[in-house]
């Protein structure tokens, strides 16, 4: 249990850091906009919103996880009083809450797209951040 508590605070701080978009509407945005990195679905959610959100997948090409938790878990953890989808826009916390859920066979290949999401992150913070040191040290 403790596991599943762990794994919906990082949701619901991803919540209060504005890196997750909830509900169908903007979910939907986010991944045709490319900015979602993970598809979270309730495991109670109903067979359109599966359909839905495999053609969000398709379109923004997140992966999709169906979570243990109810829609009112779910809800619950995001400060809502129901919710069947979720997007996360934030690799690093998208994988650390993929690690929260467990060692889940069916979660390894999610988990190794998120890493490589978030070296691929951290790679490009670095050089932003040299780039920055090189401009103000007057370098191109």
């Known amino acids: 249990m403790e596991r599943n508590t762990r794994a919906l605070g990082y949701l619901g701080l991803a919540r209060r850091g504005g890196r997750i978009a909830v509900g169908e509407e903007s979910a939907g ?36 996880v169906t979570v243990p ?28 809450f993929v690690e929260a859920l467990g060692e889940d066979a069916a979660l390894a290949p999610v988990r190794q797209v998120l890493t490589a999401q978030k070296v691929r992150i951290e790679k490009r913070r670095k050089e932003e951040q040299a780039h920055r040191k090189n401009v103000r040290r007057g370098k191109k």
């Open 69 to 96: 938790f109810t829609k009112a878990e779910l809800g619950g953890a995001l400060g809502l009083t129901a919710c069947a989808i979720a997007v996360v826009t934030d690799a690093p916390l998208a994988l650390a």
């Open 29 to 64: 945005a986010a991944c045709r906009s490319g900015h979602g990195r993970l598809l979270v679905l309730a495991e109670d959610a109903g067979d359109h919103t599966f359909r839905r959100a495999q053609s969000f997948a398709r379109s923004g090409k997140p992966p999709v």
